[in-house]
């Protein structure tokens, strides 16, 4: 009898194993909730979307090349007045001209904290990135509007709402993102090719210029597009200064709108279910690929700087 | 044009971009404090907004944020851990882990306004919780996870690998080990991240105007009963925060002194995130001394 207690205590599950079993099935449960909430955000905006072509018989080549957006109404034939090619234009043209305007300043920024001035830039460039990365958004996007717009409308003309301040607005935003990655990138150029460089006879820019800089590309590429993406996705602090009008933009300073702009504006104004507000969610499902491109992009010039 | 000459132009101009960025952030700070401490006041801070006249407050919106991200936090600060501790200890090099890598990776370069349309189409109206704190709080905890999970993993990774050994050497199953040794260890750099997200959370508002909701009802402060209409811990109740509040009345224009409350609301939220920031340092220095024993 005695021995059979003691095998039973030796076969059975101790308290430890137990406790492993339980932490081990509730991390896995975590983890698993985070792979499905990212599945369901890609089913329920996919399905919305798409309605817009299945159900409401949208017409695709209608959504990325006209530009009349009215979904509440329809055309002669019948179909839905989906025309997103402002929405697509503006998104771009903002995204693209405050990732040019950015980079620049971001690539100097980080130059100077890697290779001029370590100390300095630790001491007085770390903390302000950081102050703007924590800035919120709906203060950038006051701040443009009771500042830059006034200033656009000023100097450039126009109602001062437009692509323009859309790209300064913005420019701020991703700046602080491109930077630090981009430091992030100098830094891990092996100091060897600096001193080897340096060893040659060449100055501190050249060294810079022709060997640091190059060697850490694919880092900055990474850097910008990560920058672009977050441009791309920036919602309210576009939409307080575009003037979100779903034109075409017809200069840097006429009102124009994006995809986030419309989105916001729009979804608090249409009922579910219909075709207008289908039409929303078929801008939604696209910033949603677009994110999703963005990503791609990165993973594959990682990958192919990762080789070198 | 020489070398010499060509390096001493080239470091002149860095400086030049460097001094525009610092000069960008000044100006962006002091336009925002110079506008917005005139209009803080202690009855600014307490009383209820206004939707047509001047004068209106923020009070209803600074408590329906501090509620709001304890709320997020409280749902997402669990589920990250554990998701953060599967990532560091159980994962193994394969196909699995990777497709959880790379959702992470996608779902926190998300636009927020997408996390916000998808947190209205599922906990406001497929799970019916309408325009309300809880739907916020979920919609937040989305936005938050994969960057307080990461977060997590890298702390608990900066751990040493011999800590583990030792935990196992003394007969700790690994859970125990990771609850009991490693945990305690990281939990510095786990807070600070933390903090961290808490500041973001805070002025986060594309992704709570269609699950928090755009109105604030007038609270009552002396009922705390949470199944109370009016009680501001009830979390059925729309909410507006101060983030959307400052997106609203700008992008609405009703009330006449929008400018002034924006900029008040704005400063409010500056300070806020600088405070966040500031803790989160000084915490993250503290406890870096701790460990350091210096």
Do not use: C
């Amino acid at each position: 009898m005695a021995e059979d207690k003691i095998r039973a205590s030796l076969l059975k599950e101790s308290k430890a194993s137990k406790r492993e079993k339980h932490g081990k099935i509730l991390s896995f449960a975590a983890i698993g909730l985070i792979v499905i909430v990212v599945v369901a955000i890609f089913i329920f905006v996919a399905t919305r979307g798409i309605a817009t072509f299945t159900v409401d018989k949208g017409s695709l080549w209608d959504f990325f090349t006209k530009s009349q957006w009215n979904p509440g109404a329809t055309d002669k034939s019948g179909h839905p007045l989906i025309g997103a090619l402002p929405m697509i234009v503006g998104s771009f043209a903002v995204t693209l001209l405050s990732a040019v305007v950015a980079t620049p300043f971001a690539i100097a920024a980080a130059i100077y904290m890697v290779e001029i001035s370590p100390r300095r830039g630790y001491k007085i460039l770390q903390p302000v990135i950081e102050l703007l990365v924590g800035i919120p958004s709906v203060v950038y996007g006051f701040v443009g509007l009771s500042l830059v717009v006034p200033f656009i409308r000023n100097h450039f003309g126009g109602t001062g709402f437009g692509i323009l301040a859309g790209t300064m607005v913005l420019f701020v935003m991703i700046l602080p993102t491109v930077t630090s990655m981009s430091v992030d990138a100098l830094r891990s150029v092996p100091r060897y090719y600096r001193e080897a460089s340096l060893a040659l006879g060449a100055t501190r820019w050249q060294t810079t210029y022709k060997v640091v800089l190059r060697a850490a590309v694919p880092g900055i590429m990474t850097a910008v597009i990560f920058g672009m993406s977050r441009a791309f996705g920036e919602a309210l602090a576009v939409q307080m200064v575009i003037g979100n009008a779903a034109l075409l933009p017809q200069n840097l300073v006429s009102p124009a709108s994006t995809l986030t702009s419309i989105l916001t504006m729009g979804m608090g104004n249409s009922v579910m279910g219909s075709v207008s507000n289908n039409a929303l969610w078929s801008l939604a499902l696209l910033l949603l690929l677009m994110s999703l491109l963005f990503n791609i992009l990165i993973h594959r010039i990682s990958k192919k700087g990762a080789l070198h | 044009m020489n070398a010499k000459r060509s390096d001493k132009i080239a470091t002149g101009v860095l400086y030049a971009m460097s001094g525009i960025i610092v000069l960008i952030l000044a100006l962006l700070l002091f336009y925002i404090l110079a506008n917005g401490l005139p209009h803080i006041s202690w009855h600014f801070l307490t009383a209820p907004a206004q939707s047509f006249e001047k004068g209106g407050g923020i009070g209803v919106q600074l408590f329906n944020s501090f509620y709001l991200l304890i709320l997020s936090m409280v749902i997402s600060t669990p589920i990250s851990i554990w998701a953060g501790i599967y990532l560091s200890e159980y994962a193994k090099p394969n196909r699995l882990t990777n497709i959880i890598r790379t959702s992470i990776e996608i779902l926190s370069s998300l636009p927020s306004v997408v996390v916000g349309l998808f947190g209205f189409l599922v906990f406001a109206v497929q799970a019916g919780f309408g325009f309300s704190i809880l739907s916020g709080a979920l919609a937040l905890t989305v936005f938050n996870l994969p960057l307080l999970t990461r977060n997590v993993e890298d702390s608990l990774r900066s751990v040493a690998f011999t800590q583990r050994e030792a935990g196992l050497a003394l007969g700790l199953s690994r859970w125990e080990t990771v609850i009991h040794v490693i945990l305690p260890e990281a939990l510095p750099g786990i807070i600070t991240g933390m903090i961290l997200s808490a500041g973001r959370v805070f002025g986060e508002a594309a992704a709570l105007i269609y699950t928090a909701g755009q109105s604030a009802p007038t609270l009552d402060f002396t009922n705390w009963n949470p199944f109370y209409i009016a009680s501001p811990l009830n979390p059925m109740r729309p909410a507006e925060t101060l983030a959307v509040h400052i997106w609203k009345i700008n992008s609405e224009g009703i009330i006449p002194d929008a400018a002034a409350v924006s900029a008040g609301a704005s400063a409010v939220l500056i300070i806020a995130v600088l405070l966040f920031n500031i803790l989160a340092r000084l915490i993250g220095n503290k406890v870096y001394k701790r460990l350091t024993g210096v």
